[in-house]
Antibody, heavy 115, light 110 residues
Framework: EIQLQESGPGLVKPSQSLSLTCSVT?????????WSWIRKFPGNKMEWMGY???????NYNPSLKSRISITRDTSKNQFFLQLNSVTTEDTATYYC????????WGQGVMVTVSS | DIVLTQSPALAVSLGQRATISCRAS??????????MHWYQQKPGQQPKLLIY???NLASGIPARFSGSGSGTDFTLTINPVQADDIATYYC?????????FGAGTKLELK
């Protein structure tokens, strides 16, 4: 069974970096598909943030391009999100997901940006 | 960016048909592929893929869910609506990056 699980701090201070990990079991991330980060803001707006492909190439939402980085550790079958210079507007529930359309999702991790 | 427009809410009675629409600001179809997808999300849960490429039922999804449309206009139909279907429904396009979502339609009981 394919499972994705997000982990990371639930509270980040403004101007700092947000770092999250997505651990994947049941499928090897280098075997295929794109591996995405998606967030849902309070008020329910959903935003696709970007992905890292099975080959390691990345594609980012231009609205985040200067602040976002998605990387991976293939030995651990994990991929990562780093979002720099966060503000309160980055407060959201962050999900990792497989592919677009996304057929497998993590449970999500709520991240609050606050001092 | 492609903007997807959904009605904020829809009230329906149990056992009736619900029709949820999603309109794109430009075509999301390439050749015969209609690159619109539908998700269901309940409070406290992750989104669940219902329909991919406009009309294809995702694995494990009941046949009372169906999708249609092409170009800029797409529809998710639930027939008949069951109590378990009360949720928020999102459309998403994969025609071009960024892969935008609609604002969601909250399905409510009448």
């Amino acid at each position: 069974e394919i499972q994705l699980q997000e982990s990371g701090p639930g509270l980040v201070k403004p101007s700092q970096s947000l770092s999250l990990t997505c651990s994947v079991t049941g499928y090897t991330i280098t075997s295929g598909y794109d591996w995405s980060w998606i967030r849902k803001f309070p008020g329910n707006k959903m935003e696709w943030m970007g992905y890292i492909s099975y080959s390691g190439s990345t594609n980012y939402n231009p609205s985040l391009k200067s602040r976002i980085s998605i990387t991976r550790d293939t030995s651990k079958n994990q991929f990562f999100l780093q979002l720099n210079s966060v503000t309160t507007e980055d407060t959201a529930t962050y999900y990792c997901a497989r592919s677009i359309p996304s057929d497998y999702w993590g449970q999500g991790v709520m991240v609050t940006v606050s001092s | 960016d492609i903007v997807l427009t959904q009605s904020p809410a829809l009230a329906v009675s149990l056992g009736q048909r619900a029709t949820i629409s999603c309109r794109a600001s430009q075509s999301v179809s390439i050749s015969r592929y209609n690159l619109m997808h539908w998700y269901q999300q309940k409070p406290g849960q992750q989104p669940k893929l219902l329909i991919y490429r406009a009309s294809n039922l995702a694995s494990g999804i009941p046949a009372r869910f169906s999708g249609s449309g092409s170009g800029t206009d797409f529809t998710l139909t639930i027939n008949p609506v069951q109590a378990d279907d009360i949720a928020t429904y999102y459309c998403q396009q994969s025609r071009e990056s960024p892969h935008t979502f609609g604002a969601g339609t909250k399905l409510e009981l009448k």
